[in-house]
Nanobody
Framework: QVQLVESGGGLVQPGGSLRLSCVAS????????MSWYRQAPGKQRELVAT???????MYTDFVKGRFTISRDNAKNTVNLQMNSLKPEDTAVYYC?????????WGQGTQVTVSS
């Protein structure tokens, strides 16, 4: 039902920054819980950050203090500001929406942290 399109991925050096964006279709974006996940080759997809309807956020311990998730309901957009990037942050990053028990995923955007 919901179409999610991520952008902003790319190649960055360790210690650098990158800002990911996810634009969603639909008229009830403000009611979605939005999350960013990532998946590296050979690894399970893991939760990175979540922002709830009310604006509360949560982060996995590995990115706390470095990543910031935010949303702009007027633009149907969720962002992930990634600072102090590490090589282990390299992965495909996916945007996910959830309302109730229904989930939708974007196609992903590649983030590569390498010198």
């Amino acid at each position: 039902q919901v179409q999610l399109v991520e952008s902003g991925g790319g190649l960055v050096q360790p210690g650098g920054s990158l800002r990911l964006s996810c634009v969603a279709s639909g008229s009830i974006f403000r009611l979605y819980t939005m999350s960013w996940y990532r998946q590296a080759p050979g690894k399970q997809r893991e939760l990175v950050a979540t922002i709830e309807v009310g604006g509360s956020t949560m982060y996995t311990d590995f990115v706390k203090g470095r990543f910031t998730i935010s949303r702009d309901n007027a633009k149907n957009t969720v962002n992930l500001q990634m600072n102090s990037l590490k090589p282990e942050d390299t992965a495909v990053y996916y945007c996910k929406s959830r309302i109730g028990y229904s989930e939708n995923w974007g196609q992903g955007t590649q983030v590569t942290v390498s010198s």
